[in-house]
């Protein structure tokens, strides 16, 4: 089943910047990957938020335990 990496970038000041969406293979790559995205904004000014979600929860089928939706 597809898991979906979804990425809430913001300022420093708490302000929203962007959100990316990434498609994966599983909930184990999703995890993997956000560690990769991760790295990319090391050091830098934004802060972000991770969240691996189902393609139930993603597609809006089913909510995901403890995860709200967007």
Same mark, same amino acid.
């Given at each position: 089943m597809s898991?979906?990496?979804i990425v809430y970038l913001f300022t420093q000041e708490g302000e929203f910047v962007a959100k990316d969406v990434y498609e994966t293979g599983? =909930?184990? *790559?999703?995890v993997k990957f956000a560690g990769e995205v991760a790295r990319?904004?090391?050091?830098?000014?934004? =802060?972000? *938020?991770?969240?691996c979600v189902?393609?139930?929860h993603y597609m809006g089928r089913k909510q995901d335990e403890g995860v709200d939706y967007d």
């Open positions: 898991f979906w990496l599983g =909930q184990e *790559q999703c990319t904004i090391i050091n830098s000014r934004l =802060q972000a *938020q991770f969240h189902s393609d139930d």
